[in-house]
């Protein structure tokens, strides 16, 4: 079982940066590959970038360029740094684990992943 706890959300400008953190408990957090999503008010939850337990990261086309998805494994965290922030970023973000993930075809499939967060709220301001 793997708990997680996502923080770091909060209110900015359009053109700021925040950096969304998600701590895991646990300690195989190393052999889990970890996602982000997203889910806006009236709109699917979508992809935003997954890392692989071997640091491989991918990207959703809207925020690539500008998101960087990390991983300590001694604190058994990921990071989202956000930046360049846009309006149409905002939403309710949700840090996800799994360890059966198949990378290649299914990283960014919600249904992919075991564990979800509870989700941190951000608010992209125009």
């Known amino acids: 079982q793997v708990q997680l706890v996502e923080s770091g959300g909060g209110l900015v400008q359009a053109g700021g940066s925040l950096r969304l953190s998600c701590a895991a408990s646990?300690?195989?957090?190393?052999?889990?590959?970890m996602g982000w999503f997203r889910q806006a008010p009236g709109k699917e939850r979508e992809f935003v970038s997954a890392?692989?337990?071997?640091?491989?990261?991918v990207y959703a086309d809207s925020v690539k360029g500008r998101f960087t998805l990390s991983r300590d494994s001694a604190k058994s965290t990921v990071y989202l740094q956000m930046n360049s922030l846009k309006p149409e970023d905002t939403a309710v973000y949700y840090c996800a684990a799994t360890r059966t993930l198949t990378w290649r075809t299914d990283y960014e499939l919600g249904s992919a992943y075991d564990y979800w967060g509870q989700g941190t709220q951000v608010t992209v301001s125009s």
């Open positions: 890392i692989s337990w071997s640091r491989s990261t």
């Open positions: 646990g300690r195989t957090f190393s052999s889990y590959h």
